[in-house]
């Protein structure tokens, strides 16, 4: 008999409806489980298991948060029932565990099938039940779902697999798990103690804010500069021809401008060749997650989180394909099963059929899931929300688009003119004959309509300097923060039609932060944790993200792309079974013990080590109270009362002010010599630190 045990009750609905499809006995309701013929069907809720805290390892002794337990890397891993905020377990998460715990070793079960979702987190939730609760041993299967329409549920009960086969996705899981465990209670507890303010540190949340807060920093910081193009906007044949030169000016560099406008305007502009081609243009590709959530962003202004609730909604009614996918390409082995699709698609009305095209099946560029798609089975429109109808017919029509019978037909045409032997000019532009696709997916195209022009044309030109200013760089939207998360290291894509290759690989090597499957929730933490916002589609930084970032600058905590996807990487060789989970955990060991030597052995002259918030530092010069490590940087107990005004900033000139040069500034008047300071013309300068008339000025 088995017993299956799905992620969530909903899972466990839908396998109910795919079981009825193999036997004809209908499944009782029980006490927390289902009943019927073959098959027994329990749940969890998501994870019913989370690792314990530091004091299970090393307690505190004061009962809170100290560093003397910290850092804190445990021989092994424990894993305890989920609790609430009150540090207890939910009476209804024991309940349930107890149900499975019985149902694991009832002596009828002899195969037990783990229905976590199809993905590394879903692969570890049941694990972790199954340890748990079984006592001794069982056969262990996996139910893989692509989708969770009866017809797949049944099929794939019929394919278990040995769970033994999916062990190098477990290892990933369990080592994904564990470290990102290392990074946010040790560096989270570390910057929350030495700053005075809860600062949530995690191996992914920071990168992604540290990008949001550059970004806007650099907006911020921008000082646009003036800059001349000379350019022509005369008619030929009733029509406006634009010419702009790829030569650039500087704001003093106008005469300049002015003479080569005046060569270009002795010379005869000539139309040297005109070309025109009919072509067909090709539909774009299928939706990963990310791709989704950056077009209902684009087009909706509906954020990740909501998007991706929404999406996971109509996948567990069966509507649409796993959602946690980060390719936009088809299985070669799935072929059948998207015939069946089109052929529930056509009876919609739309105009599809089946093509097999390297650009839409590529077996290379899929991780663990295909691209989203609908599936067989059809939403009644009045059954859906407002939201639901957009995401799902977003999904649906990009589908059409892909598989259209109909072509989309266009004419392109290119230009040639040239101006003497100075400069050629190449126009461009596109007009659609024939749109096919583009009825059900956006397009608007690139290039405009150009001017009718005839080889051996005369252009009538008068070029003149047009002043133009630098921009700033934009801020992130969802397209283009998700773009650079794929992967950190490239540039956003000028053209969108270029190979894929070089995204695929980042993704598949470890190189992007974060995974589909986490990346929204963390992007929504940074907002509820008020360290970024997003405000229409763009993201901004808010205060306490830029306090994040500039504490852990202070603290010398580099949670920045690099290291991050140093771990991605390593992750991805546990994947393929090229080192152990020990081995990438000790990674991230060596990372974090890093933070903690470098601030107990920093030098007084390179220290940057400010000290514990709370901690006496020395005595004010001006009343002799105690001087204490502030969340801002070091203050007379005075404060508090306003009876002093006594303070020293923790960075003076972009320096940090180390708690061992504060000490020796207390206590003699004087710090050592400090290097590094950087003056306000961006030059950087060295100087002691001296009290005068209760005041710290530099002493050179």
């Known amino acids: 008999m088995y017993l299956i045990i799905a992620e969530k009750p909903s899972l466990a609905r839908n396998i109910i409806q795919g079981i009825a499809r193999l036997q004809k006995e209908e499944m009782v309701k029980k006490n927390g489980y289902f009943e019927g013929g073959d098959y027994v069907v329990t749940w969890v809720f998501g994870h019913l298991f989370s690792l314990a805290d530091i004091e299970e390892y090393s307690?505190?002794?004061?009962?809170?948060?100290?560093?003397?337990?910290?850092?804190?890397?445990?021989?092994?891993?424990?894993?305890?029932?989920?609790?609430?905020?009150?540090?207890?377990?939910?009476?209804?998460?024991?309940?349930?565990?107890?149900?499975?715990?019985?149902?694991?070793?009832?002596?009828?079960?002899?195969?037990?099938?783990?229905?976590?979702?199809?993905?590394?987190?879903?692969?570890?939730?049941?694990?972790?039940?199954?340890?748990?609760?079984?006592?001794?041993?069982?056969?262990?299967?996996?139910?893989?779902?692509?989708?969770?329409?009866?017809?797949?549920?049944?099929?794939?009960?019929?394919?278990?697999?040995?769970?033994?086969?999916?062990?190098?996705?477990?290892?990933?899981?369990?080592?994904?798990?564990?470290?990102?465990?290392?990074?946010?209670?040790?560096?989270?507890?570390?910057?929350?103690?030495?700053?005075?303010?809860?600062?949530?540190?995690?191996?992914?949340?920071?990168?992604?804010?540290?990008?949001?807060?550059?970004?806007?920093?650099?907006?911020?910081?921008?000082?646009?500069?003036?800059?001349?193009?000379?350019?022509?906007?005369?008619k030929t044949n009733e029509e406006f021809v634009d010419l702009t030169s790829k030569s650039k000016f500087t704001k003093d560099e106008i005469n300049n401008a002015k003479e080569l406008c005046d060569k270009y305007n002795s010379e005869t502009a000539t139309v040297t060749s005109v070309k025109t081609k009919k072509d067909v243009l090709s539909p774009p590709k299928l939706f990963s997650l990310s791709k989704l959530q950056s077009y209902l962003g684009k087009k909706y202004k509906m954020s990740m989180d909501d998007s991706l609730s929404t999406v996971q909604k109509l996948y567990e009614d069966g509507y649409v394909t796993y959602p946690r996918t980060n390719s936009e390409y088809l299985a070669t082995a799935e072929q059948g099963k998207i015939k069946s699709i089109i052929t529930s698609v056509g009876k919609m009305g739309y105009p599809v059929k089946f093509k097999f095209a390297k650009s839409i099946f590529d077996d290379s560029k899929i991780e663990s899931h295909s691209a989203l798609t609908p599936t067989y089975k059809i939403p009644d429109p009045k059954a859906l929300n407002e939201r639901e109808k957009q995401v799902y017919s977003t999904i649906l029509r990009r589908f059409v688009a892909v598989f259209c019978s109909e072509d989309c037909e266009i004419e392109k045409s290119e230009i040639k003119i040239s101006v003497g032997k100075l400069e050629e000019f190449i126009l461009k532009g596109t007009v659609i004959n024939v749109p096919g696709w583009t009825k059900f997916d956006d397009y608007t195209p690139k290039d405009k309509i150009l001017p009718k022009l005839s080889k051996g044309d005369i252009v009538n030109i008068n070029f003149a300097p047009q002043e133009k200013e630098t921009t700033p760089p934009k801020h992130y939207t969802i397209e283009t923060l998700n773009n650079y998360l794929k992967n950190p290291f490239k540039e956003d894509?000028?053209?969108?039609?270029?190979?894929?290759?070089?995204?695929?690989?980042?993704?598949?090597?470890?190189?992007?932060?974060?995974?589909?499957?986490?990346?929204?929730?963390?992007?929504?933490?940074?907002?509820?944790?008020?360290?970024?916002?997003?405000?229409?589609?763009?993201?901004?930084?808010?205060?306490?993200?830029?306090?994040?970032?500039?504490?852990?600058?202070?603290?010398?905590?580099?949670?920045?792309?690099?290291?991050?996807?140093?771990?991605?990487?390593?992750?991805?060789?546990?994947?393929?079974?090229?080192?152990?989970?020990?081995?990438?955990?000790?990674?991230?060991?060596?990372?974090?013990?890093?933070?903690?030597?470098?601030?107990?052995?920093?030098?007084?002259?390179?220290?940057?080590?400010?000290?514990?918030?709370?901690?006496?530092?020395?005595?004010?010069?001006?009343?002799?109270?105690?001087?204490?490590?502030?969340?801002?940087?070091?203050?007379?107990?005075?404060?508090?009362?306003?009876?002093?005004?006594?303070?020293?900033?923790?960075?003076?000139?972009?320096?940090?002010?180390?708690?061992?040069?504060?000490?020796?500034?207390?206590?003699?008047?004087?710090?050592?010599?400090?290097?590094?300071?950087?003056?306000?013309?961006?030059k950087q300068f060295d100087a002691y630190l001296k009290l005068q008339d209760g005041k710290v000025v530099f002493d050179f």
């Open 493 to 682: 894509k000028a053209n969108a039609d270029e190979s894929d290759d070089e995204d695929y690989k980042a993704i598949f090597e470890g190189l992007e932060l974060g995974t589909e499957a986490t990346r929204t929730g963390i992007i929504e933490n940074a907002c509820k944790s008020a360290y970024i916002m997003l405000k229409k589609d763009s993201y901004h930084i808010l205060p306490d993200g830029e306090y994040l970032i500039e504490a852990l600058i202070q603290l010398g905590i580099s949670m920045d792309k690099y290291k991050t996807s140093q771990l991605g990487q390593a992750l991805k060789r546990v994947y393929r079974g090229e080192c152990s989970i020990f081995d990438s955990v000790s990674l991230a060991e060596n990372e974090i013990r890093e933070v903690f030597d470098a601030s107990k052995n920093a030098s007084i002259e390179k220290d940057t080590n400010i000290g514990l918030f709370g901690e006496v530092v020395g005595k004010c010069p001006l009343c002799e109270k105690d001087v204490v490590r502030t969340k801002f940087g070091y203050g007379c107990v005075g404060y508090k009362d306003s009876s002093c005004k006594f303070s020293i900033n923790k960075s003076i000139c972009s320096r940090v002010i180390s708690v061992s040069n504060v000490k020796m500034l207390l206590a003699t008047g004087k710090t050592s010599k400090i290097q590094g300071f950087i003056s306000k013309n961006k």
């Open 59 to 234: 307690p505190s002794k004061s009962g809170r948060w100290e560093m003397d337990n910290l850092p804190c890397f445990p021989s092994e891993f424990k894993f305890n029932l989920k609790t609430g905020a009150d540090k207890k377990v939910d009476s209804g998460v024991q309940k349930q565990f107890n149900t499975i715990k019985y149902l694991c070793n009832r002596k009828n079960i002899d195969t037990i099938v783990n229905a976590g979702d199809s993905d590394r987190e879903g692969e570890i939730i049941v694990r972790l039940c199954v340890k748990h609760a079984l006592e001794g041993d069982k056969k262990f299967v996996r139910l893989w779902l692509p989708d969770q329409t009866p017809e797949t549920i049944s099929q794939g009960l019929q394919e278990m697999k040995d769970e033994s086969e999916y062990e190098s996705l477990a290892n990933e899981g369990y080592a994904r798990t564990f470290i990102d465990w290392l990074y946010g209670v040790n560096l989270t507890r570390y910057a929350t103690l030495k700053t005075g303010k809860l600062l949530r540190v995690g191996r992914v949340i920071v990168p992604i804010v540290k990008a949001i807060y550059d970004r806007d920093l650099a907006i911020r910081n921008f000082v646009p500069e003036k800059y001349y193009v000379i350019s022509s906007h005369e």
